[in-house]
């Protein structure tokens, strides 16, 4: 069973950063496709970024230049740090583990950019 717990959303300013990280309770991490996801109200769920096991990463159009997804695989961990945010990257932000079809989310963490 993977369990999947991220931290960091928050209240913050137009143009400010934001880092969100995401633990992951699993042996062999390391094998795992990560990925942040969000959604927004009255919206559909959409890949913000992406980092599988060779560390390719994918990012949606919106977030290029201005979010960087990384991973530890001693840690369990894949962060998203979030910079020059906008008022419609507010969100609850999601932590996805992709593995031989498998897919796990975490709970999701609340980002509110405000204008």
């Known amino acids: 069973q993977v369990q999947l717990v991220e931290s960091g959303g928050g209240l913050v300013q137009s143009g400010q950063s934001l880092r969100l990280s995401c633990a992951a309770s699993?042996?062999?991490?390391?094998?795992?496709?990560m990925g942040w996801y969000r959604q927004a109200p009255g919206k559909q769920h959409e890949m913000v970024a992406t980092?599988?096991?060779?560390?390719?990463?994918n990012y949606a159009d919106s977030a290029k230049g201005r979010f960087t997804i990384s991973r530890d695989n001693e840690k369990n961990t894949v962060d998203l740090q979030m910079n020059s945010l906008k008022s419609e990257d507010t969100a609850v932000y999601y932590c996805?583990?992709?593995?031989?079809?498998?897919?796990?989310w975490g709970q999701g963490t609340q980002v509110t950019v405000s204008s």
């Open positions: 699993v042996s062999a991490f390391s094998i795992y496709t």
């Open positions: 980092i599988t096991t060779s560390g390719r990463l």
């Open positions: 996805q583990a992709i593995r031989l079809g498998y897919i796990y």
